[in-house]
């Protein structure tokens, strides 16, 4: 299994960018996968998450109403579109995914995941 992340860049506060993970290998029908973000200096950090099957999502509250998270079945892929950047938003973006059903409590948790992407940088000056 592979998870490409791609989009990521350097931009300025309050503008938007949108990040791709395509994920090849194996169907996720009924997983989820999730994005997470890691700082210099900082943990990682859930970021959103949405299940294949029925896409339903679940962003983290930090990024509640600036952030959407998406997936294309027929291109087995998943974005995030993140508007209104600031400054705060900077990091790694890294796109993760688990082949199983994942429920509400366990979908925020980085250890539930099987599988990683290589991580994408955004940066947002101010």
């Known amino acids: 299994v592979q998870l490409q992340a791609s989009g990521g860049g350097l931009v300025q506060a309050g503008a938007s960018l949108r990040l791709s993970c395509a994920a090849s290998g194996r169907s996720f029908a009924r997983g989820t996968t999730a994005w997470f973000r890691q700082a210099p200096g900082k943990e990682r950090e859930f970021v959103a998450a949405?299940?294949?099957?029925?896409?339903?999502?679940f962003p983290a509250d930090s990024v509640k109403g600036r952030f959407t998270i998406s997936r294309d079945r027929a291109k087995n892929t998943v974005y995030l579109q993140m508007n209104s950047l600031e400054p705060e938003d900077t990091a790694v973006y890294y796109c993760?995914?688990?082949?199983?059903?994942?429920?509400?409590?366990?979908?925020?948790?980085?250890?539930?995941?099987?599988?990683w992407g290589q991580g994408t940088q955004v940066t947002v000056s101010s």
């Open positions: 993760a995914a688990e082949p199983r059903h994942l429920i509400v409590s366990s979908v925020q948790s980085s250890s539930e995941y099987s599988y």
């Open positions: 949405i299940r294949w099957y029925d896409g339903s999502t």
